[in-house]
């Protein structure tokens, strides 16, 4: 489960971080109106102020959900229309984004999955490695709810290196599939 609330709290500091990241790596000459640090602390300001972040002080003392329903406070006033397109983004459509992002990363622990990933005869037994491998990209083929990666990843109770195979030979053939 630690995994599962890593990936959440990597998840939604991606969502949080892009777009204010490559304002702040751009800088005062992508910026036409000079307002770029005054838009930067105004937007850390209001995170601040939802009481969610840094969401490295915030993590360890509360459920993702409550920082979830933390940020649903995220308010960010408008600021004089002479902004350039890079300081006047939504910057609340911004987080909220960031935040279903997130509500739709994890879908909790799937007992299929866990079920399969539990050897049953010996590890060499084909049939058990064709269970557990994703279908046409999909972990959630064999499963009674629909879920992703994320899911399959966390629920997994076979043993890791067995684990690591069944990814490698997905990407390969992603990589292959792609190209």
Same mark, same amino acid.
């Given at each position: ?80 229309t002479s902004l350039c397109r890079l300081c006047l983004t939504d910057w609340d459509d911004e987080v909220a984004r960031a935040r279903r992002i997130t509500m739709r990363y994890f879908d909790g622990l799937c007992i299929d999955c866990m079920d399969r990933s539990r050897p049953?005869?010996?590890?060499? @037994?084909?049939?058990? #490695? ?11 083929? !064999?499963?009674?709810? /629909? +879920? @992703?990666?994320?899911? #399959? ?11 690591? !195979?069944?990814?490698? /030979? +997905? ?9």
């Open positions: 489960m630690n995994h599962a609330r890593g990936g959440l709290k990597t998840c939604l500091h991606r969502g949080i971080w892009d777009k204010i990241g490559d304002l702040l790596e751009r800088g005062h000459d992508a910026c036409k109106c000079r307002h770029w640090a005054t838009t930067a602390g105004h937007y850390f300001a209001a995170l601040v102020h939802t009481e969610a972040y840094p969401l490295e002080k915030t993590f360890s003392k509360n459920s993702v959900n409550d920082i979830l329903t933390c940020l649903k406070k995220f308010d960010m006033p408008a600021q004089a049953k005869r010996d590890n060499t @037994d084909v049939d058990y #490695w064709r269970q557990l491998e994703s279908v046409d990209g999909r972990w959630d083929a !064999k499963c009674r709810i /629909r +879920h @992703d990666e994320p899911t #399959w990843y966390v629920s997994w109770c076979g043993r890791d290196e067995h684990k690591q !195979k069944l990814l490698e /030979r +997905h990407r390969a053939l992603n990589k292959h599939s792609s190209s």
